[in-house]
């Protein structure tokens, strides 16, 4: 049996006025989706209350484990991914470069962009190295990632501060969200002496040239220590990998113990290589693995754009540049080798365009089997078809292994 999970991130939204009350998922045209919610769909609960609605916790929940057991933080499993030997009395943080405006007459300052226009992996390396030399200590170190996104580690650090992330905040002043409790006088320092780093930067000057926003700060937040989760081989007994493109997923297919699958100019927004992650799932399937985690960020990245018609986009583009040729391989393959194969669709999270922000409510997914062993269909793929069939998993990390199974 092959298996491969579809994760459009934060792909599931509310209902938009200004589309009849559709959703994105219910306006965009995904005929594959729509078939593969003819085998068995339903909700699936994968943020736990008690947890925020992040797509760390979100996608080890989809992906099998048990956040409320194995989380421990954001920026650790991205630091894994990036090759950092985390020691045990170590705090990882994320590292965002932002743009932030200048203050206004009040003296508060508003977050312009999370991403500084999503800034290119090279151009952000140049500056956090730069941040490096001017800002590290025995205790602090800056590790470059790719775009916006990067690693500080503070040997030794303190856990118990409150940290908002960025994204949650665009396009409002900046003052009630900046780092507060135990060692956030050290965050805020940094945080401020980045911004007279990052002013006249040759980086920043030739992104206002060009007409991009600079990275005008550094913003931290997500912090957490070394993660320890089991490999999938030992609670599955299943070999897999993981397409994506960002670090916090391959974080986690490390930890995981899966193979690691980058492709060339996937960037984590809407203009990606779609058609390169779908051949390497196929290639991947055809060196031997039984399962691949495909992982498609664009879908979020619109939400917190508030980019209504990209964000439906991204889901038809999902739809038949990379649902489309995997599953036919797949079919393909079933007729000559007779191996059947289970297929399973869904976000990790809502990222509503109306709220900019991931929420914990359920989310829609739909599972194909080839086999047809599923009979437990929706009329499409959606929040409102999905949520008719009556099925609901809570907790969410109980579905991988029902879809490893077959168990419904």
């Not at 938009?16 to 699936?44: E, F, R, S, W």
């Not at 599955?236 to 100019?265: H, N, P, Q, R, T």
């Not at 879908?299 to 489309?324: F, M, Q, V, W």
């Amino acid at each position: 049996m092959k298996y491969v999970v579809f994760l459009g991130d934060g792909m599931a939204d509310l209902p938009l006025p200004q589309y009849d009350n559709k959703t994105p998922l219910m306006i965009a045209n995904k005929p594959n989706m729509d078939k593969i919610a003819a085998g068995l769909a339903g909700m699936v609960k994968t943020v736990p209350d008690e947890l925020a609605p992040g797509s760390d916790t979100a996608n080890m929940s989809v992906m099998g484990f048990d956040p409320v057991k194995y989380y421990s933080g954001r920026s650790p499993l991205e630091a894994v991914s990036m090759g950092i030997e985390l020691q045990n009395d170590d705090i990882a943080f994320r590292c965002n470069l932002v743009t932030l405006s200048e203050p206004d007459a009040n003296g508060s300052i508003t977050m312009l962009d999370y991403s500084s226009d999503e800034i290119s992996s090279e151009e952000a390396a140049v500056l956090i190295n730069d941040l490096n030399k001017e800002l590290s200590t025995d205790l602090i170190s800056f590790h470059a990632g790719k775009s916006y996104r990067h690693c500080i580690v503070w040997h030794g650090g303190p856990l118990d501060m409150k940290l908002i992330p960025p994204h949650d905040i665009l396009t409002q002043k900046i003052d009630a969200y900046l780092p507060s409790g135990n060692g956030s006088d050290l965050l805020m320092d940094l945080m401020m002496r980045s911004r007279d780093i990052l002013a006249d930067h040759p980086i920043n000057r030739d992104r206002i040239r060009r007409g991009l926003n600079p990275a005008s700060s550094i913003w931290i937040w997500g912090q957490g220590t070394k993660p320890q989760l089991p490999l999938i081989s030992d609670m599955y007994g299943i070999k897999g990998a993981v397409i994506s493109a960002v670090d916090l997923i391959f974080g986690l297919g490390i930890c995981a113990g899966m193979e690691l699958i980058e492709v060339e100019g996937a960037t984590g927004n809407i203009h990606t290589n779609f058609t390169g992650k779908a051949q390497a799932a196929i290639d991947a399937f055809k060196r031997g693995q039984d399962y691949i985690y495909l992982h498609l960020e664009a879908p979020d990245e619109c939400g917190h754009r508030a980019e209504t018609e990209n964000k439906i986009r991204s889901i038809e583009l999902l739809d038949s540049y990379i649902i489309g040729p995997v599953w036919q391989y797949l079919e393909d393959s079933r007729k000559m080798t007779g191996e059947d194969y289970r297929i399973m669709v869904l976000p990790d999270h809502p990222t509503p365009l109306s709220l900019r922000t991931h929420t914990s409510d359920p989310v829609p997914f739909a599972i194909y089997s080839s086999d047809n062993s599923l009979n437990r269909p929706a009329k499409a793929y959606d929040e409102q078809a999905c949520s008719k069939t009556g099925i609901l998993i809570d907790p969410g990390h109980e579905l991988f292994g029902m879809f490893i199974r077959g168990e419904f």
